[in-house]
């Protein structure tokens, strides 16, 4: 069997950067995955070491499959911010100390040999979603990303939305709070959507309410020296039914959909996409649609009639491959465009 019978040429190298792990991957012209790797991140080191190891990653797979670098088109690239997209330059990631106003673009492009499209690890994600994932049925797309942190990516026809800073589609820096008293972001302004709807903020919040001793969970029986609170302990508690942990988890839903329902103002995006490692089961979970659905009815509260009955709000799809598909496909799409 020759690499032409599954896969259609040419093809798109994807390397999506983050705070643990490197993703490198192999995608064909339709966006299916021909092959990919990851390996570790050594954060206090130069990028150079992860470069020159991402072009060792690439030859390995391409030997494996039966290509030649010659049929890979492009590459793209993700990392996480701040950055400067336009000037292809890494500024001072903080999970990443040892990249900090690196040109990262053009040193892949130079080790690769090949042009290399750059964009925010969030955009690069929301990208292969709206390639190939969860908004592939749709002309615009925002994807929102739930971990740590809230990221996001705004996608309309094909294009994503950098911004003239690079800061566009910092979901979780929209304003949702405007009190005085206001919860802090992790960025150091009150009031953002992260404070109130990352994992981070729910673990937060979850501690606060154990303070009322009058408060009934299962929690404090499940935290111990060797496990700290989490916000999949919180998740499990309440797939299990614990009223503390359900409460926390709806509260959560109404705070994210108070951000997407500005966005849906803003933006008017044919669908909404939900990532990232907090969605509380997903499709598969009663407790992930019971969440999606009480992030739809907070929607739909705030929000034109018309863009009530038209939402279009579901989980997303590629899961950890978004990242690497999506920095090939935007690496995809312009070199369609300079063709």
């Given at each position: 069997?020759?690499?032409?019978?599954?896969?259609?040429?040419?093809?798109?190298?994807?390397?999506?950067?983050?705070?643990?792990?490197?993703?490198?991957?192999?995608?064909?012209?339709?966006?299916k995955i021909v092959a990919d790797t990851k390996f570790p991140t050594s954060p206090s080191e130069t990028p150079d070491v992860a470069i020159r190891q991402a072009r060792e990653e690439f030859?390995?797979?391409?030997?494996?499959?039966?290509?030649?670098?010659?049929?890979?088109?492009?590459?793209?690239?993700?990392?996480?911010?701040?950055?400067?997209?336009?000037?292809?330059?890494?500024?001072?990631?903080?999970?990443?100390?040892?990249?900090?106003?690196?040109?990262?673009?053009?040193?892949?492009?130079?080790?690769?040999?090949?042009?290399?499209?750059?964009?925010?690890?969030?955009?690069?994600?929301?990208?292969?979603?709206?390639?190939?994932?969860?908004?592939?049925?749709?002309?615009?797309?925002?994807?929102?990303?739930?971990?740590?942190?809230?990221?996001?990516g705004i996608i309309i026809d094909d294009i994503s939305v950098d911004g003239a800073n690079s800061h566009g589609a910092e979901i979780g820096h929209i304003v949702i709070d405007t009190r005085?008293?206001?919860?802090?972001?992790?960025?150091?302004?009150?009031?953002?959507?992260?404070?109130?709807?990352?994992?981070?903020?729910?673990?937060?919040?979850?501690?606060?309410?154990?303070?009322?001793?009058?408060?009934?969970?299962?929690?404090?029986?499940?935290?111990?020296?060797?496990?700290?609170?989490?916000?999949?302990?919180?998740?499990?508690?309440?797939?299990?039914?614990?009223?503390?942990?359900?409460?926390?988890?709806?509260?959560?839903?109404?705070?994210?959909?108070?951000?997407?329902?500005?966005?849906?103002?803003?933006?008017?995006?044919?669908?909404?996409?939900?990532?990232?490692?907090?969605?509380?089961?997903?499709?598969?979970?009663?407790?992930?649609?019971?969440?999606?659905?009480?992030?739809?009815?907070?929607?739909?509260?705030?929000?034109?009639?018309?863009?009530?009955?038209?939402?279009?709000?579901?989980?997303?799809?590629?899961?950890?491959?978004?990242?690497?598909?999506?920095?090939?496909?935007?690496?995809?799409?312009?070199?369609?465009?300079?063709?």
């Amino acid at each position: 069997m020759t690499p032409d019978d599954q896969f259609t040429a040419p093809l798109f190298a994807g390397v999506d950067v983050g705070g643990t792990n490197v993703k490198v991957g192999l995608v064909d012209n339709h966006g299916k995955i021909v092959a990919d790797t990851k390996f570790p991140t050594s954060p206090s080191e130069t990028p150079d070491v992860a470069i020159r190891q991402a072009r060792e990653e690439f030859d390995a797979l391409i030997e494996s499959t039966g290509f030649q670098w010659s049929d890979v088109a492009a590459a793209g690239l993700g990392t996480p911010g701040p950055m400067d997209i336009h000037r292809g330059v890494i500024l001072t990631p903080t999970n990443l100390p040892g990249w900090h106003n690196f040109p990262v673009q053009g040193k892949l492009a130079e080790v690769l040999g090949k042009p290399v499209t750059y964009a925010n690890d969030a955009g690069a994600a929301a990208f292969g979603e709206f390639w190939v994932g969860g908004g592939q049925q749709h002309s615009s797309m925002v994807m929102i990303t739930l971990g740590t942190g809230v990221g996001g990516g705004i996608i309309i026809d094909d294009i994503s939305v950098d911004g003239a800073n690079s800061h566009g589609a910092e979901i979780g820096h929209i304003v949702i709070d405007t009190r005085e008293d206001a919860r802090i972001c992790g960025c150091g302004q009150a009031g953002h959507l992260e404070a109130y709807a990352s994992a981070t903020a729910l673990v937060e919040r979850t501690r606060e309410a154990m303070g009322n001793p009058d408060a009934g969970t299962v929690l404090r029986d499940l935290i111990g020296e060797t496990s700290p609170l989490s916000a999949l302990m919180v998740a499990t508690a309440a797939d299990e039914g614990d009223p503390l942990a359900m409460k926390l988890v709806s509260e959560t839903a109404v705070y994210l959909g108070r951000g997407i329902a500005q966005l849906a103002h803003l933006i008017d995006p044919a669908a909404f996409i939900l990532g990232g490692a907090m969605n509380f089961g997903g499709s598969e979970s009663p407790l992930g649609v019971k969440f999606l659905n009480e992030v739809k009815a907070e929607v739909r509260r705030l929000v034109f009639p018309v863009l009530g009955e038209r939402l279009v709000l579901n989980f997303a799809k590629l899961g950890s491959e978004a990242g690497f598909v999506g920095a090939a496909g935007l690496a995809r799409s312009q070199y369609n465009r300079t063709r």
